[in-house]
């Protein structure tokens, strides 16, 4: 069992930045092969893909709306996954969660193919 604890969320202008971090504890991080991911949801909306990273951190995947704004990251001797997150705009505005996926020989954006999900931080940008 995986548990994962996200951290980071807050209020911010737009323009402004956010760092927001997810802690895995329970398993070996990176002996297990979680590729991990980052999905959000907006009020009224489904929860969709924002980024993923491979298990060692050598390949990224981005969702459209937030290429050149956020980046993935993570570091696997501390447990823990980041999504710097720049240049926020109001629609960014969501909850988000963090996702571990075992196994997995690619970066997923779909939802069903993560196995462990974080409860999520909210992150609002005002205008």
């Known amino acids: 069992q995986l548990q994962l604890v996200e951290s980071g969320g807050g209020l911010v202008q737009a323009g402004g930045s956010l760092r927001l971090s997810c802690a895995a504890s329970?398993?070996?991080?990176?002996?297990?092969?979680?590729?991990m991911g980052w999905f959000r949801q907006a009020p009224g909306k489904e929860r969709e893909f924002v980024a993923a990273?491979?298990?060692?951190?050598?390949?990224?995947y981005n969702a459209d709306s937030v290429k050149g704004r956020f980046t993935i990251s993570r570091d696997n001797a501390k447990n823990t996954v980041t999504l710097q997150m720049n240049s926020l705009k109001p629609e960014d505005t969501a909850v988000y969660y963090c996702?571990?996926?075992?196994?997995?020989?690619?970066?997923?954006?779909?939802?069903?193919?993560?196995?462990?999900w974080g409860k999520g931080t909210r992150v609002t940008v005002s205008s």
């Open positions: 996702a571990a996926a075992l196994g997995l020989l690619r970066l997923s954006p779909r939802r069903d193919e993560y196995d462990y």
């Open positions: 329970g398993r070996a991080f990176n002996a297990y092969g979680y590729n």
């Open positions: 990273i491979s298990q060692s951190g050598s390949s990224t």
